[in-house]
């Protein structure tokens, strides 16, 4: 079993940055794939990137890539998202997981609540 929370959400104006970080526990968290996902208002949960296990092989979402970076820290049982240039319709909710593969949110067993990002124009 792992428990995620996220943390460092917050507002921003367009074109600034913001790191979130999702803590995790547990022992076994170095063993999975991590993602991070948001869900705007009205729509549903989307991919936003995910890493592998061993912090090597990472993915991004289209909308995302170039201006995100995930990251995570097996020794701190810690993963992180770097969201540099920010714009307003990156306004939403995010989410980590942990444990899945790929850009499926039903892929993925253990979900953190939740931090609010906004994105001012």
């Known amino acids: 079993q792992v428990q995620l929370v996220e943390s460092g959400g917050g507002l921003v104006q367009a074109g600034g940055s913001l790191s979130l970080s999702c803590a995790a526990s547990?022992?076994?968290?170095?063993?999975?794939?991590m993602a991070w996902f948001r869900q705007a208002p009205g729509k549903g949960r989307e991919f936003v990137a995910v890493?592998?296990?061993?912090?090597?092989?990472?993915s991004y979402a289209d909308s995302v890539k170039g201006r995100f970076t995930i990251s995570r820290d097996n020794a701190k049982n810690t993963g992180y998202l770097q969201m540099n240039s920010l714009k307003p319709e990156d306004t939403a909710v995010y989410y980590c997981a942990a444990n899945g593969y790929g850009t499926n949110r039903h892929a993925y067993d253990y979900w953190g609540q939740g931090t609010q990002v906004t994105v001012s124009s």
């Open positions: 890493i592998g296990s061993g912090g090597i092989s990472t």
């Open positions: 547990g022992r076994a968290f170095s063993m999975y794939a």
